[in-house]
């Protein structure tokens, strides 16, 4: 069976890195509750602004943030769509959620199905 894979990519304040991690640390308890079968946080280390793409474009990066990158391994998509409903209704979610040190407004994000890997 493939594995699934969802993907953030996020701006966050400099100033609020230790908070992301917090926040991050949070998130993947919660997904693993919920089967998520891993959970990765990065903070970008070398993201340059490209030519005509890139990270710090993709999400408009302030002089003061960095970037953010995650990604959630589920069995399949099909556990990854039950798993996100399961998310969204649980308590811990709405408390999370209100400590996040992000701009969700500037976050994208996407699902993958794994052809090769993990």
């Known amino acids: ?8 990519v996020m701006p966050v304040p400099k100033s609020k ?4 991690k917090e ?3 949070k998130m993947a308890d919660l997904a693993k509750k919920h089967d998520a079968l891993s959970y990765v946080n990065c903070v ?3 993201v340059k602004p490209g030519k005509e793409t890139s990270f710090p474009q993709a999400v408009k990066l302030h002089n003061d943030e960095v970037v953010v990158f995650s ?8 556990e990854r769509d039950r798993a996100n409903k399961a998310i969204m209704a649980d308590e811990a979610f709405e408390e ?4 996040a040190p992000i701009d969700g407004k500037r976050m994208f994000m996407g699902g993958f199905e794994v052809v090769r890997g993990l």
């Open 96 to 99: 999370i959620s209100k400590s």
């Open 44 to 46: 970008g280390d070398d």
């Open 1 to 8: 069976m493939s594995k699934y894979v969802d993907s953030y």
């Open 23 to 25: 926040f991050g640390t």
């Open 17 to 20: 890195v230790a908070a992301y």
């Open 71 to 78: 990604y959630v391994v589920y069995n399949s998509r099909a």
